[in-house]
């Protein structure tokens, strides 16, 4: 009896199973439209983040106190793969509102951001720090492995004199100065409306934020994420208070990443296909 073989439409039929299969594996997406209780069982609250009805707080509403909160979604980010230089394209949506609850001064500040999966809050992180870094290395980028876009709210040089003197947007890469800013006006409990990007080919991570007026903000930097960070991060927001203070509220939150075949897996592909067409 002659042995059983394959016919190319099962070859290629199985092989397009697996390639999916991979590509289902190195991909993460989920959204949320607003934060009911039933969110919480996707997330990893820390500090004073919790959920009120259909938002979620980063820091507490009733207090002026020094606060510290953030949340982070509770699966891990395939960001890269060293040993086949893949790299992950990213894209994250969100919206947001502070209110200043009567300080003649609000702050500090959010920022949505990308850690290794065992990161928590640092400690002394509050106000300027934005619960992103601790006061002994915030400047030191070889001490921390954080990538982030920051909504900076308060400016005091005496200090925090890694800011610009103007209430900012920012990218920060290892280090709460950040990398590149753009000037962006506060306004008091109107929802911002913010698209974040990662184009893996070109290493640039973009940033644009609208209020419902139409008035935008924009600005880019380029980073190498397989550098900077582990293969596998979690994503989240982060928020602090120090001696002033507003609150910081989440709206809604999407986010989408599939970690990108490179050129060699290309030609493997197209090796693989033509030896079954042979």
Known sequence: ??????????????????????????????????????????????????????????????????????????????????????????QIQFSFSL???????????LAVFLAPADTTIPPGSNGGLLGLFEPANALNASANKVIA????????????????????????VNSIKSAKTVRWDRRDDQILNVLVTYTASSRTLAVSATYPDGKKYELSHEVDFAKELPEYVRV????????????????????TSVLLNTVTMENEYLVFTRGIEK
């Open 1 to 90: 009896m002659a042995k059983p073989t394959l016919s190319l439409f099962s070859s290629i039929a199985i092989f397009l199973t697996l390639l999916n299969l991979a590509t289902s594996q190195d991909s993460l997406s989920f959204s949320f439209n607003n934060f009911e209780q039933e969110a919480e069982r996707n997330l990893i609250l820390q500090g004073d983040a919790h959920i009120d009805p259909n938002v979620l707080q980063l820091t507490r509403t009733d207090s002026n106190e020094i606060s510290v909160g953030r949340a982070l979604y509770l699966a891990q980010v395939h960001l890269s793969d060293k040993s086949t230089n893949r790299l992950a394209n990213l």
């Open 99 to 109: 209110k200043s609850r009567g300080s003649s001064h609000p702050a500090d500040g």
């Open 149 to 172: 876009v920051e909504f900076d709210t308060f400016f005091d040089r005496s200090s925090n004199a890694w800011d610009p003197s103007y209430t900012h947007i920012g990218i920060d």
């Open 236 to 255: 989240g927001f982060s928020a602090a208070t120090g001696q002033q203070f507003q609150s910081h509220t989440l709206h809604s939150w999407s986010f």
